[in-house]
DNA sequence: AGAATCCTTGGAGTCACTACAGGGTCAAGC
DNA sequence: GCTTGACCCTGTAGTGACTCCAAGGATTCT
């Protein structure tokens, strides 16, 4: 299989194949006679299983980490497990501060009502306001 | 005000406020006999203008644009609005993609029940299953 | 005088790609 | 035989918003 039929056979950009290799993600193929790359289906595989972890915004050191897991399937799976957790924990904490973001937001927002001038602006005031060091409606509480 | 003086005052890294120099966020300060940079208070307002709504993740570029109407107070607000409703719409995007993912990752981490060998984890199974193009516990719905 | 702290510039590193530039290879059509 | 177009190669630079470091100059404390 060359680069552009895999990356067709996954929907992974041929670029991005190519970096995974450089980031030792995916392991160098063989080279056919003009250095055409040849992926074997171990390959799809491999990355179709990054791909999917990606899917799960899991970071590429830790995407590393679980395919030694996969290479080495008698050792115990504590740190995976941990290293989910560590993804849980993460999106958790992001899906938080989003959550406080969009309130925050919205009160700002509500500050201005209709077409006027940057000066007459209740976003712009609260921005002001609040480098000023006075109570801002995005961040009172 | 030297460049320390002001990171004091505003809780930002010295390296910080020299970024936002370069990419002309800041202006220039004027500079003592011996070459130190001296801020003014208008300085420190911008500033903190600057952090409050990099607090609200508004990208430097949008925050750049909010800082012309600063010094324009007679233009009209209706960029202001749309730069407020397309950060609240891109924190909307993921705050929904967030909310999908801890979904998928709490059903992951559940196929792991307890400690034992990486060939038997559920979670890896999983993984593995999904590269495979078989169903996965995490994006079947 | 010497040490600690501050300041300067410039460049490299982060993450996970993405986008070239400048070339080589190969099959089909004329 | 030649051109066209689709592929492939390497290597480098860019993204955003910083963060870290090296190598040196200035100031301040003891
Ligand atoms: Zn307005
Ligand atoms: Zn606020
Ligand atoms: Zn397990
Ligand atoms: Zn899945």
Redesign the interface.
């Known amino acids: 299989m060359r680069i552009g039929e895999l990356s067709k056979a996954t929907g992974v950009d041929v670029e991005t194949i190519r970096y995974y290799e450089k980031a030792q993600l995916l392991s160098a193929p063989a080279r056919s006679d003009n250095g055409y790359r040849t992926y074997t289906q171990a390959h799809l595989?491999?990355l179709?299983?990054i791909r999917?972890?990606r899917?799960?915004?899991i970071p590429l050191a830790a995407v590393q980490r679980?395919l030694t897991?996969?290479d080495?399937?008698?050792?115990?799976?504590?740190e995976?497990?941990q290293l989910?957790?560590a993804?849980?924990a993460r999106?958790?904490a992001?899906?938080a501060s989003?959550?406080a973001?969009?309130r925050?937001?919205?009160a700002?927002?509500g500050q201005?009502t209709g077409?006027?001038?940057?000066?007459?602006?209740g976003?712009?005031h609260d921005?002001?306001a609040?480098?000023?060091?006075e109570a801002?409606v995005?961040?009172q509480n």
């Open positions: 595989e491999r179709a299983f999917h972890c899917a799960l915004d679980l897991f996969v080495s399937p008698q050792s115990d799976c504590g995976i497990d989910i957790d993804q849980l999106v958790r992001r899906l989003m959550h973001l969009e925050q937001l919205m700002l927002r201005c077409p006027h001038s940057a000066a007459e602006c976003i712009l921005l002001v609040a480098a000023h060091g801002c995005c961040h």
